[in-house]
């Protein structure tokens, strides 16, 4: 059973970046057809599909979070990582990782999610 983790500061400042890292135990990262994802939800808001990253690397950015986003993994921890650079308030939210068995880049159904954990952005 593959199971995920965020991880990260609960609390960042306006303009600062904010870093993520989702652990994956039960699974390899690099395991075929995996796609790794990370997803955010805003008090009141739905989902909000961020990107993802495949089994194979590739890296797919959500259009309207593109400039300030990066996504990266380490196949060695078998983690995979999201910074969201020049924060503002919109981005509180609670973020979750995500995982689907067979990576499609438009599908929103996911087979595993991660716990979410809550990121305020606040002075």
């Known amino acids: 059973q593959v199971q995920l983790q965020e991880s990260g500061p609960g609390l960042v400042k306006p303009s600062q970046s904010l870093s993520l890292t989702c652990t994956v135990s039960?699974?390899?990262?690099?395991?075929?057809?995996?796609?790794w994802t990370w997803i955010r939800q805003p008090p009141g808001k739905a989902l909000e599909w961020m990107g993802a990253?495949?089994?194979?690397?590739?890296?797919y950015y959500s259009p309207s979070l593109k400039s300030r986003t990066s996504f990266s993994r380490d196949t060695s921890k078998n983690q995979f990582s999201l910074q969201l650079n020049s924060v503002t308030p919109e981005d509180t939210a609670v973020y979750y990782c995500?995982?689907?068995?067979?990576?499609?880049?438009?599908?929103?159904?996911?087979?595993?999610w991660g716990q979410g954990t809550q990121v305020t952005v606040s002075s």
């Open positions: 039960g699974g390899s990262i690099t395991a075929n057809y995996y796609g």
């Open positions: 990253i495949s089994f194979d690397g590739k890296i």
């Open positions: 995500g995982a689907q068995r067979r990576f499609k880049v438009n599908s929103r159904d996911y087979d595993y």
